[in-house]
T-cell receptor, first 117, second 118 residues
């Protein structure tokens, strides 16, 4: 099992450029999500998905799009990058909670460090 | 109001001493889970320990234990016999089971930077 993988690890963009951050998991997890981590802010939820074809917004969705065409993949798109999107981006996945059993812990990818100039 | 509060931005602790990292939370959902993650300087998020709101016993995982005081809405992480490799950022996080929507995700505190000194 590779777990949760993310590409690229590092990226520098100019303001206004677009790009897609890739995320894949091989654990057959229904739930996938994207977080951003800024200094002194902890991690904040951008978008999430509870299964193929289903996505929804988190706490800080503006400027980002997502889609979920397969269980395995959950790409994050920046349509027009802004300096405020300079951050470290984490993708995470887990099983869907169906009751009180288990921690249903989130498995995190290694992160993508994005700089927008 | 913040849902997760970690009041210690940074801590210095002598090696082999026990460490308590504070976390308080705010929720009206009776069903929730509390998590602690470790983030070393390499950047990855490492799951340490989980406590469910209905769990009767405090969670333990090796040198990690969670001091869960439900009435005080407190979920402190205790690391026994600290090691140099424990130096990292530590995040407390909560998932509220019943709220749905974005609350299915984790809400994180701002973290505590723990430095273990030899």
């Amino acid at each position: 099992n590779a777990g949760v993988t993310q590409t690229p690890k590092f990226q520098v963009l100019k303001t206004g450029q677009s790009m897609t951050l890739q995320c894949a998991q091989d654990m057959n997890h229904e739930y996938m999500s994207w977080y951003r981590q800024d200094p002194g802010m902890g991690l904040r939820l951008i978008h999430y998905s509870v299964g193929a074809g289903i996505t929804d917004q988190g706490e800080v969705p503006n400027g980002y799009n997502v889609s979920r065409s397969t269980t395995e993949d959950f790409p994050l798109r920046l349509l027009s990058a802004a300096p405020s999107q300079t951050s470290v981006y984490f993708c995470a996945s887990r099983l869907i909670m169906t009751g009180q059993g288990g921690p249903y812990e989130q498995y995190f990818g290694p992160g993508t460090r994005l700089t927008v100039t | 109001a913040q849902k997760i509060t970690q009041t210690q931005p940074g801590m210095f602790v002598q090696e082999k001493e026990a460490v308590t990292l504070d976390c308080t939370y705010d929720t009206s959902d009776p069903s929730y889970g509390l998590f602690w993650y470790k983030q070393p300087s390499s950047g990855e998020m490492i799951f340490l320990i989980y406590q469910g709101s209905y769990d009767q016993q405090n969670a333990t995982e090796g040198r990690y234990s969670l001091n869960f005081q439900k009435a005080r809405k407190s979920a402190n992480l205790v690391i026994s016999a600290s090691q140099l490799g424990d130096s990292a950022m530590y995040f407390c996080a909560m998932r509220e089971a019943g709220a749905g929507g974005g609350a299915d995700g984790l809400t994180f505190g701002k973290g505590t930077h723990l430095i273990i000194q030899p």
